[in-house]
Nanobody, 124 residues
Framework: QVQLVESGGGLVQAGGSLRLSCVASGRSFSTYIMGWFRQAPGSEREFVAAISRSGDNLIYTDSVKGRFTISRDNAKNTVYLQMNSLKPEDTAVYLC?????????????????WGQGTQITVSS
Protein backbone atom coordinates (compact mmCIF):
# COMPACT_ATOMS: atom_id res chain seq x y z
CA GLN A 1 0.00 0.00 0.00
CA VAL A 2 1.03 3.57 -0.71
CA GLN A 3 0.43 6.31 1.84
CA LEU A 4 -0.02 9.89 0.66
CA VAL A 5 0.12 12.92 2.95
CA GLU A 6 -0.80 16.43 1.78
CA SER A 7 0.29 19.69 3.34
CA GLY A 8 0.22 23.41 2.58
CA GLY A 9 -3.48 24.20 2.78
CA GLY A 10 -4.95 27.17 4.56
CA LEU A 11 -6.79 30.46 4.23
CA VAL A 12 -5.77 32.95 1.56
CA GLN A 13 -7.26 36.09 0.04
CA ALA A 14 -8.44 36.17 -3.55
CA GLY A 15 -5.50 36.81 -5.86
CA GLY A 16 -3.04 35.16 -3.51
CA SER A 17 -0.96 32.02 -3.85
CA LEU A 18 -0.48 28.69 -2.09
CA ARG A 19 1.80 25.72 -2.70
CA LEU A 20 0.58 22.24 -1.84
CA SER A 21 2.86 19.27 -1.28
CA CYS A 22 2.09 15.57 -1.23
CA VAL A 23 4.65 13.08 0.08
CA ALA A 24 4.35 9.39 -0.79
CA SER A 25 5.71 6.41 1.08
CA GLY A 26 7.60 3.53 -0.50
CA ARG A 27 10.14 3.01 -3.26
CA SER A 28 7.81 3.06 -6.26
CA PHE A 29 6.87 6.75 -6.45
CA SER A 30 8.51 7.22 -9.84
CA THR A 31 6.27 4.50 -11.33
CA TYR A 32 3.04 6.35 -10.46
CA ILE A 33 1.11 8.98 -12.30
CA MET A 34 0.24 11.61 -9.71
CA GLY A 35 -2.88 13.75 -9.70
CA TRP A 36 -4.58 16.50 -7.74
CA PHE A 37 -8.34 16.57 -7.22
CA ARG A 38 -10.65 18.83 -5.28
CA GLN A 39 -14.06 18.49 -3.68
CA ALA A 40 -16.33 21.27 -2.45
CA PRO A 41 -19.23 20.64 -0.05
CA GLY A 42 -22.14 19.03 -1.86
CA SER A 43 -20.12 18.57 -5.05
CA GLU A 44 -18.53 15.66 -6.86
CA ARG A 45 -14.80 15.16 -6.69
CA GLU A 46 -13.26 16.86 -9.71
CA PHE A 47 -9.97 16.59 -11.52
CA VAL A 48 -7.51 19.47 -11.20
CA ALA A 49 -4.15 18.36 -12.61
CA ALA A 50 -1.98 15.31 -13.28
CA ILE A 51 1.64 14.61 -14.13
CA SER A 52 3.30 11.65 -15.81
CA ARG A 53 5.92 9.47 -14.17
CA SER A 54 8.90 11.35 -15.58
CA GLY A 55 7.25 14.75 -15.31
CA ASP A 56 7.27 15.43 -19.05
CA ASN A 57 3.49 15.28 -19.57
CA LEU A 58 1.11 17.54 -17.63
CA ILE A 59 -2.63 18.10 -17.97
CA TYR A 60 -5.00 20.54 -16.26
CA THR A 61 -8.69 21.17 -16.03
CA ASP A 62 -9.65 24.25 -18.04
CA SER A 63 -10.58 26.38 -15.03
CA VAL A 64 -7.01 26.34 -13.62
CA LYS A 65 -4.92 26.57 -16.80
CA GLY A 66 -2.47 29.44 -16.57
CA ARG A 67 -2.91 29.70 -12.79
CA PHE A 68 -1.89 26.31 -11.36
CA THR A 69 1.29 24.32 -12.00
CA ILE A 70 1.85 20.67 -11.09
CA SER A 71 5.39 19.34 -10.64
CA ARG A 72 7.17 16.42 -9.02
CA ASP A 73 10.51 15.55 -7.44
CA ASN A 74 10.98 11.79 -7.65
CA ALA A 75 14.08 11.89 -5.45
CA LYS A 76 11.90 13.29 -2.64
CA ASN A 77 8.77 11.21 -3.36
CA THR A 78 6.85 14.47 -3.61
CA VAL A 79 4.34 16.06 -5.96
CA TYR A 80 3.50 19.77 -5.77
CA LEU A 81 0.68 22.03 -6.83
CA GLN A 82 1.55 25.71 -7.12
CA MET A 83 -1.67 27.75 -7.10
CA ASN A 84 -1.56 31.40 -8.16
CA SER A 85 -4.27 34.02 -8.71
CA LEU A 86 -6.62 32.10 -6.43
CA LYS A 87 -10.35 32.69 -6.67
CA PRO A 88 -13.16 32.03 -4.18
CA GLU A 89 -14.43 29.26 -6.45
CA ASP A 90 -11.14 27.40 -5.84
CA THR A 91 -12.28 26.79 -2.24
CA ALA A 92 -12.36 23.04 -1.62
CA VAL A 93 -10.62 20.11 0.00
CA TYR A 94 -7.65 19.24 -2.21
CA LEU A 95 -6.51 15.63 -2.43
CA CYS A 96 -3.53 14.02 -4.08
CA UNK A 97 -3.85 10.64 -5.74
CA UNK A 98 -1.62 8.00 -7.33
CA UNK A 99 -2.30 5.82 -10.36
CA UNK A 100 -0.20 2.70 -10.85
CA UNK A 101 -0.64 2.49 -14.64
CA UNK A 102 1.11 4.55 -17.29
CA UNK A 103 -1.68 6.59 -18.93
CA UNK A 104 -3.14 9.76 -17.45
CA UNK A 105 -6.89 9.84 -16.78
CA UNK A 106 -9.08 12.63 -15.47
CA UNK A 107 -11.55 10.41 -13.62
CA UNK A 108 -10.97 9.80 -9.90
CA UNK A 109 -12.14 6.23 -10.49
CA UNK A 110 -8.87 5.57 -12.34
CA UNK A 111 -6.65 6.32 -9.32
CA UNK A 112 -5.56 3.71 -6.81
CA UNK A 113 -4.34 5.60 -3.74
CA TRP A 114 -5.56 8.76 -2.01
CA GLY A 115 -4.41 11.16 0.64
CA GLN A 116 -6.66 12.53 3.39
CA GLY A 117 -6.93 15.98 1.82
CA THR A 118 -6.11 19.52 2.87
CA GLN A 119 -8.54 22.44 3.06
CA ILE A 120 -8.02 25.51 0.88
CA THR A 121 -10.28 28.48 1.58
CA VAL A 122 -10.09 31.57 -0.63
CA SER A 123 -11.78 34.67 0.76
CA SER A 124 -13.15 37.51 -1.36
Amino acid sequence: QVQLVESGGGLVQAGGSLRLSCVASGRSFSTYIMGWFRQAPGSEREFVAAISRSGDNLIYTDSVKGRFTISRDNAKNTVYLQMNSLKPEDTAVYLCAARSKSLIFRSPREYDYWGQGTQITVSS
